[in-house]
């Protein structure tokens, strides 16, 4: 079972061997109630999963154990969340613990570009490579570090928040607090930043269009419908995307040379057909000079990467472990 936790709603579903999701469903998140409001919106998603599968509330036999992605900070060591702003219900809470001691299987906790980074290595674009870098674009950046067919947590289970590696030391200031974070260049707020720049410069694009002729009203959305369409403006705004995550991959590929790196999240889809001009790119902004034999590909995952990511994390047949304790 994969639980997919977020500000707003939850997603669960339920995943076979091979990585393909059976049911799922969706459910409201109590965000800002009691720590047991949010912990009884992640049980009744995975109750109306089961009831899909078998008729029954609750969680089906043949599950052998429950993978949550949740926002961080978290400790995955632990099950812990520790206090995620968008999630102010828990604050150090023991959610592995708690979902464990309710179904009495294994549960695991991780962050959602962890997850599902592990879920593109067991089942999706990632298959067959030993070491693998994942990226998820959207309104954000997230990452995730695949060593051996294992996540790659750092010391206290930090590691790997590459969308707040800094490329420009004079860029604009990330909401982390960093400048020039390529979360703060690239993701879709950045995008659509630029996209409204050049409208306000007098540049004619259909954007203005899509957007009711308001500038201040562009999104990524309207950017990538627009570049779809043929509008030279915005293949310019999203080439400039290409040449700032090209700069950041080259900085990835000289610190870890992964097999394989994977990008997924919905301004990724957008790029998706700009993968190859990143990847042309990239020579010139790494010291490897084999960086063009690692393969950029798109993630096998769309909108359901949680909950795949979250199977994944308690994959019987992958090399992990999952909290058992249901004391």
Known sequence: ???????????????????????HARAPMAAKG????????????????????????????????????????????????INPPNLPCWRNYPLAHEVAKMFRVPVKVDN??????????????????????????????????????RIYHGRTGAAAEGGHVSIDYRGP???????????????GPAIARRAR???SA??????????????EAVTSEMVGQAFAEGDAVAREVLLETVDLLALWLGN?????EPDVMIMGGGVAAMLSPLLGE?????????????????????AHYGADAGIAGGAALCNPRAPLHCYDSFG
């Open 173 to 187: 200031r990330c909401g982390c607090g960093k400048p020039g974070c390529i979360e703060a260049l690239a993701a």
């Open 197 to 199: 720049a050049k409208l």
């Open 1 to 23: 079972m994969g639980v997919d936790v977020g500000g707003t709603k939850i997603a669960a579903g339920l995943v076979d061997e091979s990585g393909a999701i059976l049911q």
């Open 252 to 256: 990835m590929v000289d610190l870890l």
């Open 112 to 149: 959602d570009a962890n997850a599902a980074a592990l879920a593109e290595a067991q089942w999706g674009a990632g298959r067959g490579y030993r070491n693998l870098f994942y990226a998820t674009v959207g309104t954000g950046l997230g990452t995730g570090i695949i060593f051996d067919g």
């Open 34 to 81: 009691e720590a047991s409001a949010g912990l009884t919106a992640v049980i009744s998603a995975i109750e109306a999963v089961g009831k899909q599968f078998d008729g029954h509330a609750g969680l089906p036999a043949a599950v052998a154990g429950i993978g949550i992605c949740a926002p961080g900070p978290l400790d995955p060591n632990r099950g812990v969340v």
């Open 202 to 215: 007098g540049r004619e694009s259909g954007m203005l269009a899509l957007a009711g002729g308001k500038i």
């Open 278 to 298: 990143i990847s042309k790119r990239l020579p010139a902004c790494c010291i490897n000079s084999r960086c063009g034999e690692i393969p950029l590909l798109m």
